[in-house]
């Protein structure tokens, strides 16, 4: 069957010039249903894998300056968008990003740590797209590597093949494929910007556009804090179209 791999890399916060280089201690411990991921001692954000969720996500997403979340969950006006997760609505007949679990999930079957304590941790995962009376369409693969390049900068690269373990069509929509949720106090509507490589700013003139990366943030009271979301160049589709809100 056929596979697909797409990369994504990740930001958060903001870099400072002259800002001297510390190799960070990343840890991990799996409790339950969730990989927490701490940096320097400091809670940074848990890989969160429920079964009773609709697909697996990251939440919350600390950041560096502020220690508070960069992103949401589940708020007005589109509670199923979950902090930041992959998903993809139309797929064979099913939906696998908003709500109503029996229109289809994202499983998490294996989700490991298989490295952590040093400067890095890495976690993989194994997913089944599943759905009541309707054979699996799609098994992902996910490699997920979070380093911390400075005191001020995190990063998650998140690699993921999907293999089609039937004939499957994805029906073009705007809800699919990797996606972040920002938190309220972050958004455009509340003063924040959103800004692609291009230098366009803002739903109204990123919507729909192509571009290799996108970046969103705002003040935190003196700091401003934010994160960026980059495809890597070696993607389908690169640089891939935007789907983009002023709300989040």
């Not at 997913?127 to 001020?152: H, Y």
């Not at 999907?162 to 938190?183: E, Y």
């Not at 960026?228 to 002023?246: C, E, G, K, M, V």
Request: aromatic share 10%.
């Amino acid at each position: 069957m056929k596979k697909i791999k797409i990369a994504i890399n990740l930001l958060l916060g903001i870099a400072l010039l002259c800002e001297p280089l510390m190799a960070a201690k990343i840890t991990a411990e799996k409790v339950g249903s969730k990989i927490n991921v701490s940096i320097d001692g400091k809670f940074f954000t848990s890989y969160i894998f429920s079964a009773d969720e609709k697909y697996p996500f990251f939440f919350p997403v600390n950041g560096p300056l502020s220690g508070g979340t960069l992103t949401s969950m589940r708020n007005d006006p589109y509670p199923h968008h979950s902090s930041l997760y992959f998903a993809c609505d139309a797929v064979n007949g099913g939906n696998y990003w908003q709500e109503g679990l029996e229109r289809g999930r994202i499983i998490s079957v294996n989700a490991e740590i298989i490295k952590q304590g040093g400067d890095t941790v890495i976690i993989t995962d194994e997913c089944i797209w599943s759905r009541p009376g309707a054979l699996s369409p799609v098994k992902d693969s996910r490699r997920i590597i979070i380093t911390a390049p400075s005191v001020t900068v995190r990063q998650i690269d998140f690699e993921i093949t999907m293999q089609a373990l039937i004939d499957v069509t994805f029906r073009k929509t705007g809800h699919s494929l990797f996606s972040a949720r920002m938190a309220t106090d972050l958004i455009v509507q509340n003063g924040g910007t959103m800004v692609n490589a291009e230098g366009n700013k803002n739903e109204k003139e990123t919507f729909g556009k192509k571009t290799a990366w996108m970046d969103y943030y705002g003040k935190r009271g003196n700091i401003v804090e934010g994160l960026a979301i980059l495809q890597h160049p070696s993607n389908p589709w690169y640089p891939a179209t935007w789907f983009t809100r002023d709300y989040g």
